[in-house]
């Protein structure tokens, strides 16, 4: 019995010995990243690992106002949010269309949309850009949202459909029978089935838009219809020689989007598992 | 005189009449509202400010005209920014752009009017060598807005006062004391080289100046290839000193902006770099820093001018497309007349005409680094603003690897000779 | 059921797929015939990018060897990582919430945010890597870890593991929630150590599971775009050049669209057909039906 516990110990030991480093190494950075945003240049220089004499919280107001982060936190926003939208409302009228319909040439159409999935932005970027000008949608958020739409349809079909596939039939021929029209059975029975369903690919399709870099780089020029990640690396350029104005633009990127997490950690955690596993 | 009734109304009646005559013949005296775009990419300091305050007095003067600047960051601008404007619903009637090639692409598409015949009358307010720039075939397609010098040996004052350093007068001179900081632990010379140019705008003088200036732009327009003697002894140089350790190792990674910072922490002894540091160092210096200047010395064994100078011109270009090709030249005149110039040149910016400099106030430290410019007897521009950005680019990054040790002089010319030759079979 | 009217339903997608990413990928076959510059006519040249791509773009063939000992790479710090600690998290134990929230809190925020406060970390002068080498000693190993070209690749892999480890420890941990406790009983009772327990039972189970994790680690490799964007885009002499990032110098920087556009048609080639290969090899076809 004491081998055992001798044993146990050992284990506890190696255990903890192991993690806590690790998670010293995951979660330093973002420590060092809010003390350093809080300091002035020469602190940071001279004293990296203490804390900011006196807590320069107009950093963060700086970068907010100046460095117009809460700008791109303003089109990120309606971006992500109008694309959502969009592709929700576009795709699952088709993944239903694709799990329950029967109709010409219905099969070329799915495998045209689950190519999607293995392409990538960037080959239509060149194209897409030339596009965007020929139509003056550059730099502006439609020239952004269709895009994004475009491409959250491969992935949003896919997920739907297996969701609409996994109802019992039953359920559709008991609504036709009573006279239903087949918007009707989609509108009023099948898409409130798939209400959680829908929320995630929501998020997915959320995360995804909200961290685009290639389109929003290319696509929105004017500094104040950039998103977020393309206003972050601009930011980052323009005042590289402010050390901690630019740290206090990374923790007001960063900052909301942890404290969603350590609220909702369940929850982003399935979502986004769904959304790998896919 | 008593107003009678009758008098009233007549008085009324008159003013009814006269009314409507005044209001439609003011409406045709009145001169056609004219809106202009002014695109620019001027993103800072004391430029940027005058950038909008000279279309604000523009305005005063002509009230029927209403100017609307646009500003982008200098990379995107140069990139597809500029283009995307041109292309755009809103294209810009007014545009700065750097140096010449790009002036060349944008005549040929129509996006650069021929201004010719009417700036000629005030042409003679320019210093001539910076109207070889805007002119195509002999013909003005842009007036010269900014004479702007891109490398000059600025050096921190303090640390050549520690070692009791002269400034060089020849290169043997410079090695030495690049020799004496390095053996004292003094990076001797830095850069912030991540976007390549300010390490090849360097090399590229050091290059024209030893091969001359009519084989260097024969190089750089693809005529005739990088990987001959002269080059070679010209990158041998650069090589020497990177043997030595002369250069920052992380050169490379560091952003121009952070380059000059570094610099103000005592990070290099010597930055060479253009002629936006003055208000660079007012604007972001420590209190106590002091700096000077002195010209790169004459490379020895060097077959082009010993003081040749690499000046950047910025234009201003009308585009071609515009509605009001006639005042946007008014407002280029405006622009460049010698009160604005002076405004300009008290900013930092050097002025391609002629006397600004007499009459304004100047940071002496670039009178004293455009004074070289006075011994020159032969400028280069900019490699990325007179060629394409391609050679550019590999010129300046083959220059880099030799810096770095990456490759000898040879094997980095030969490497840039290959990278290009799909460019040259064009 | 049967019913002519499916297609209305699919129609607005098949309108906005058609118009922004099927026409625009057709039309990329055709400028990567081209030599165009975004502004003057496109100018055709038949297979000279293709040619001048394969034959002669020696730093477009070092950048698909940089995304491949990324990808590689990332095998180590994202997925070996996160199993690792997938595996000692197994188990419950005291502080096991706060250690799980934490390693996942860095998969949250955005690769561009990540990519710069690292670029930060890695600073030669005041980044927390070298700060930490003096502090325990070792100032001498302090170097330009972005600015090194013999560092600079595996810096930017470390970023990633660091960002992304939390994804791979979270679909290690469901699958490893999934292996029936009965298995560890009975290898209790025979006596097993830990170690041997992990070795035979815990592992093979978990193939499933790799399989999935290695898949993600290519296909997300060769899209990689911001990570690399944000940290060094391709510097120090393009030792962490990718072929997208090589791509966008080329089309919006050097204005050389059609090259660029010929180098997309081969990535997304050799990236889709190293998937494709990789899913038929693991016996997963059935994924994409």
């Known amino acids: 019995m004491t081998h055992d516990?001798?044993?146990?110990?050992?284990?506890?030991?190696?255990?903890?010995?192991?993690?806590?480093?690790?998670?010293?190494?995951?979660?330093?950075?973002?420590?060092?990243?809010?003390?350093?945003?809080?300091?002035?240049?020469?602190?940071?220089?001279?004293?990296?690992?203490?804390?900011?004499?006196?807590?320069?919280y107009k950093n963060w107001e700086q970068a907010w106002v100046v460095g117009r982060l809460g700008r791109y936190y303003l089109n990120s926003i309606v971006v992500t949010v109008a694309s959502v939208c969009l592709v929700?409302?576009?795709?699952?009228?088709?993944?239903?269309?694709?799990?329950?319909?029967?109709?010409?040439?219905?099969?070329f159409f799915l495998y045209l949309f689950l190519m999607g999935l293995v392409l990538a932005p960037i080959l239509v970027l060149i194209p897409l850009y030339k596009l965007m000008r020929d139509i003056k949608l550059l730099n502006t958020y439609a020239g952004l949202i269709l895009p994004y739409t475009g491409w959250g349809l491969a992935?949003?079909?896919?997920?739907?459909?297996?969701?609409?596939?996994?109802?019992?039939?039953?359920?559709?021929?008991?609504?036709?029978?009573?006279?239903?029209?087949?918007?009707?059975?989609?509108?009023?029975?099948?898409?409130?089935?798939?209400?959680?369903?829908?929320?995630?690919?929501?998020?997915?399709?959320?995360?995804?838009?909200?961290?685009?870099?290639?389109?929003?780089?290319?696509?929105?020029?004017?500094?104040?219809?950039?998103?977020?990640?393309?206003?972050?690396?601009?930011?980052?350029?323009?005042?590289?020689?402010?050390?901690s104005l630019v740290f206090a633009g990374l923790s007001i990127a960063i900052f909301p989007m942890l404290i969603v997490y350590f609220i909702f950690q369940r929850r982003v955690i399935a979502g986004i598992l769904i959304g790998a596993l896919k | 005189m008593v107003f009678t009734r009758q008098k009233k109304s007549f008085v009324v009646m008159l003013g009814l009449l006269i009314l409507p005559i005044l209001l439609i013949t003011g409406i045709s005296f009145a001169k056609e509202q004219i809106s202009l775009r002014f695109a620019h990419a001027q993103t800072e300091g004391e430029i940027y400010r005058l950038y909008s305050a000279i279309p604000k007095a523009y305005e005063a003067l002509h009230p029927n005209v209403k100017i609307e600047v646009i500003v982008q960051d200098q990379q995107i601008y140069e990139d597809y920014g500029l283009d995307t404007m041109l292309e755009g619903p809103t294209p810009p009637d007014v545009y700065a752009l750097h140096g010449r090639h790009e002036l060349v692409v944008k005549a040929e598409v129509?996006?650069?009017?021929?201004?010719?015949?009417?700036?000629?009358?005030?042409?003679?307010?320019?210093?001539?060598?910076?109207?070889?720039?805007?002119?195509?075939?002999?013909?003005?397609?842009?007036?010269?807005?900014?004479?702007?010098?891109?490398?000059?040996?600025?050096?921190?004052?303090?640390?050549?006062?520690?070692?009791?350093?002269?400034?060089?007068?020849?290169?043997?001179?410079?090695?030495?004391?690049?020799?004496?900081?390095?053996?004292?632990?003094?990076t001797p010379i830095s850069f912030g080289n991540s976007q390549l140019w300010a390490f090849g705008n360097w090399a590229s003088l050091i290059t024209a100046r030893m091969v001359g200036k009519q084989r260097w732009e024969a190089a750089m327009e693809l005529r005739e290839r990088f990987l001959q003697p002269d080059f070679v002894k010209a990158l041998s140089l650069i090589q020497e000193m990177g043997e030595a350790g002369f250069f920052a190792p992380d050169m490379n990674v560091v952003h121009p902006d952070k380059g000059i910072m570094n610099w103000f922490m005592g990070w290099g002894a010597i930055h060479p770099l253009g002629g936006w540091i003055p208000s660079f160092v007012a604007a972001e210096a420590p209190e106590d820093f002091e700096y000077d200047v002195f010209d790169l010395p004459p490379v020895p064994g060097g077959k082009g001018d010993p003081h040749m100078q690499e000046i950047m011109i910025v234009n201003l270009v009308v585009n071609g497309k515009t509605k009001y090709l006639e005042q946007c030249v008014d407002f280029l005149k405006f622009f460049t007349s010698p009160y604005n110039a002076q405004l300009l040149v008290e900013a930092g910016s050097m002025m391609p005409v002629k006397k600004?400099?007499?009459?304004?106030?100047?940071?002496?430290?670039?009178?004293?680094?455009?004074?070289?410019?006075?011994?020159?007897?032969?400028?280069?521009?900019?490699?990325?603003?007179?060629?394409?950005?391609?050679?550019?680019?590999?010129?300046?990054e083959g220059a880099a690897m030799v810096a770095l040790e990456k490759k000898n002089a040879e094997e980095a010319l030969r490497w840039v000779d290959e990278q290009l030759e799909p460019r040259r079979t064009r | 059921m049967r019913t002519e009217k499916g297609i209305l339903f699919i129609l607005p997608a098949l309108v906005i797929f058609a118009i922004f990413i099927l026409f625009p990928a057709a039309q990329m076959f055709y400028y990567s015939f081209t030599q165009w510059d975004g502004l003057r006519l496109p100018k055709w040249i038949g297979l000279a990018n293709f040619s001048r791509a394969v034959?002669?773009?020696?730093?477009?063939?070092?950048?698909?060897?940089?995304?491949?000992?990324?990808i590689i790479g990332t095998f180590v710090t994202e997925v070996a990582f996160g199993l690792g600690v997938a595996i000692l998290l197994a188990k419950p134990f005291k502080g096991f919430g706060v250690f799980r929230t934490f390693f996942f809190a860095p998969y949250v925020i955005s690769m561009v945010a990540a990519g710069l406060l690292?670029?930060?970390?890695?600073?030669?002068?005041?980044?927390?890597?070298?700060?930490?080498?003096?502090?325990?000693?070792?100032?001498?190993?302090?170097?330009?870890?972005?600015?090194?070209?013999?560092?600079?690749?595996?810096?930017?892999?470390?970023?990633?593991?660091?960002?992304?480890?939390?994804?791979?420890?979270?679909?290690?941990y469901a699958a490893l929630q999934q292996i029936p406790k009965q298995l560890y009983e009975a290898a209790n009772l025979d006596g097993a150590s830990e170690w041997k327990q992990t070795w035979y039972i815990t592992l093979p189970l978990l193939f499933p599971a790799l399989r999935v994790a290695l898949l993600l680690c290519i296909a997300g490799g060769f899209a990689a775009f911001a990570l690399f964007f944000a940290m060094t885009n391709g510097q120090p002499f393009h030792s962490?050049?990718?072929?997208?990032?090589?791509?966008?110098?080329?089309?919006?920087?050097?204005?050389n669209m059609g090259y660029g556009a010929a180098l997309t048609l081969i990535l997304i080639f050799v990236s889709t057909g190293i998937s494709l290969l990789y899913l038929i090899l693991t016996g997963r076809k059935e994924a994409l039906s």
Not at chain 1, 91 to 105: G, N, V
Request: proline residues 5%; glycine residues 6%.
């Open chain 1, 5 to 56: 516990k001798t044993y146990s110990h050992l284990e506890k030991i190696g255990r903890y010995g192991i993690l806590v480093p690790i998670i010293c190494f995951m979660g330093y950075p973002l420590v060092w990243m809010i003390l350093c945003s809080l300091k002035t240049n020469l602190e940071i220089f001279v004293n990296p690992w203490g804390f900011p004499s006196k807590f320069l």
């Open chain 1, 88 to 107: 929700l409302v576009v795709s699952s009228p088709a993944a239903f269309a694709f799990a329950r319909l029967k109709f010409k040439a219905r099969d």
């Open chain 1, 155 to 243: 992935l949003s079909i896919y997920l739907l459909r297996s969701f609409f596939l996994a109802i019992p039939e039953e359920l559709q021929d008991a609504a036709r029978i009573d006279g239903c029209s087949v918007f009707g059975i989609f509108w009023r029975i099948m898409l409130p089935l798939i209400k959680p369903a829908l929320l995630t690919v929501a998020m997915i399709n959320a995360i995804n838009y909200w961290n685009e870099l290639l389109l929003a780089l290319i696509f929105m020029q004017k500094t104040e219809m950039r998103t977020l990640p393309a206003g972050l690396i601009f930011f980052s350029g323009q005042y590289v020689t402010n050390y």
């Open chain 2, 110 to 186: 129509g996006f650069a009017a021929d201004i010719e015949n009417f700036v000629k009358p005030w042409k003679d307010r320019f210093i001539e060598a910076t109207l070889d720039v805007p002119s195509i075939n002999g013909r003005l397609y842009a007036v010269p807005r900014a004479e702007e010098l891109v490398t000059a040996m600025w050096y921190n004052r303090k640390i050549f006062d520690r070692f009791g350093f002269a400034e060089p007068q020849s290169w043997s001179e410079l090695t030495d004391i690049c020799q004496t900081l390095k053996a004292n632990g003094v």
């Open chain 2, 356 to 396: 600004a400099h007499e009459l304004a106030a100047v940071d002496p430290h670039l009178v004293k680094a455009f004074g070289f410019g006075e011994l020159a007897k032969e400028i280069i521009g900019a490699p990325d603003e007179d060629f394409a950005v391609e050679v550019a680019d590999t010129f300046s």
């Open chain 3, 55 to 70: 034959f002669v773009d020696e730093i477009f063939q070092k950048s698909f060897l940089n995304n491949v000992l990324y």
């Open chain 3, 118 to 172: 690292w670029a930060f970390i890695y600073d030669y002068n005041f980044g927390l890597v070298n700060d930490f080498l003096s502090l325990i000693g070792l100032s001498r190993l302090a170097r330009p870890w972005l600015g090194d070209t013999s560092t600079a690749l595996a810096a930017v892999t470390i970023t990633s593991g660091w960002k992304y480890a939390g994804l791979y420890m979270i679909i290690f």
């Open chain 3, 240 to 255: 962490t050049e990718i072929p997208s990032t090589w791509i966008i110098k080329h089309a919006f920087d050097r204005k």
